[in-house]
């Protein structure tokens, strides 16, 4: 699949994402900050950080963005609205949600990989209105809720 991606002006002479490895799932995010510029996120803040790209995905299709795992685990760095969804219909720049969940400020330069990108089939749908509660079935799990499997 094709995807055209448009690069604005701060988000240029960084790379494109790209795939880590053969057999990665997502390409990772850059930040798209200033050169001269780090941010920092305390514990607990949260930001939005931009990465200088603007997508069009095709119809039938959302772009997720996703945490890396590394930052999550050495930094308790991750999306605040994980994952997070771009929308076919949407032309506006991609940007992060970073949130530090971790005891130390965080920083981010430019071109720091932030988080991953992938693009996923989109399946739609229209509700139908069943008046009882029975014509839905019934399953073995019934109305357990949280925890019931005992899993």
């Known amino acids: 699949m094709r995807i055209s991606v448009h690069i604005l002006a701060h988000g240029q002479g960084l790379p494109l994402p790209e795939y880590a490895t053969p057999h990665a799932a997502g390409m990772d995010l850059r930040a798209a900050l200033p050169v001269s510029e780090t941010w920092v996120l305390q514990p607990g803040e949260r930001r939005l950080v931009p990465t200088g790209l603007v997508l069009a995905v095709p ?3 959302e772009a ?13 760095v991750t999306v605040l609205n994980a994952p997070g969804t771009i929308d076919a219909d949407y032309r506006g720049e991609v ?12 920083a981010i330069h430019r071109g720091d990989r ?12 229209i509700w139908t209105l ?5 014509a839905l079935g019934s399953t073995e799990r019934g109305e357990g809720g949280y925890g019931s499997t005992g899993r």
Do not use: D
């Open 64 to 76: 997720q963005v996703r945490p890396r795992s590394g930052l999550a685990l050495r930094h308790g």
């Open 114 to 125: 932030i988080a991953q990108i992938l693009v996923a089939p989109v399946s739609e749908w």
């Open 95 to 106: 940007a992060v949600l970073l949130i530090n969940h971790g005891a130390e400020p965080f």
């Open 130 to 134: 069943e008046m009882n509660l029975a």
């Open 59 to 61: 119809m039938g299709y």
